[in-house]
Nanobody
Framework: QLQLVESGGGEVQPGESLRLSCAASGVLGDWYAMGWFRQAPGKEREGVAWISSSGGNTEYADSVKGRFTISRDDAKKQAYLQMNSLKAEDTAAYYC????????????????????WGQGTQVTVSS
């Protein structure tokens, strides 16, 4: 039983930055990966970034490579998504998710591999 709450969304102009946070509470298994997903109106939900339970392995969607950075701080039970050089195409509701894994270096990418989800936070990029 894990609860996730995102924060940090807002409205910015192209080229600006935002840092999203995901606060976790409750209890989960020994190891769990974290992921950030997003969904724009009329579009399917897509994965953005993922991080292993250890924090040592990360993966990014091609559309955000070089611009976004995922990280985690297990002592604070938080995950983050630093978003730089934002584009209008990044406009979406962003969700964090947690998925239990058998090894601390695994980085699952599929939606169905994540069991716990936050409520989402809106990011709007417009000029």
């Amino acid at each position: 039983q894990l609860q996730l709450v995102e924060s940090g969304g807002g409205e910015v102009q192209p080229g600006e930055s935002l840092r999203l946070s995901c606060a976790a509470s409750g209890v989960l298994g020994d190891w769990y990966a974290m992921g950030w997903f997003r969904q724009a109106p009329g579009k399917e939900r897509e994965g953005v970034a993922w991080i292993s339970s250890s924090g040592g392995n990360t993966e990014y969607a091609d559309s955000v490579k070089g611009r976004f950075t995922i990280s985690r701080d297990d002592a604070k039970k938080q995950a983050y998504l630093q978003m730089n050089s934002l584009k209008a195409e990044d406009t979406a509701a962003y969700y964090c998710a947690a998925g239990q894994v058998p090894y601390n270096d695994l980085v699952p990418r599929a939606d169905y591999e994540y069991q716990y989800w936050g409520q989402g936070t809106q990011v709007t990029v417009s000029s």
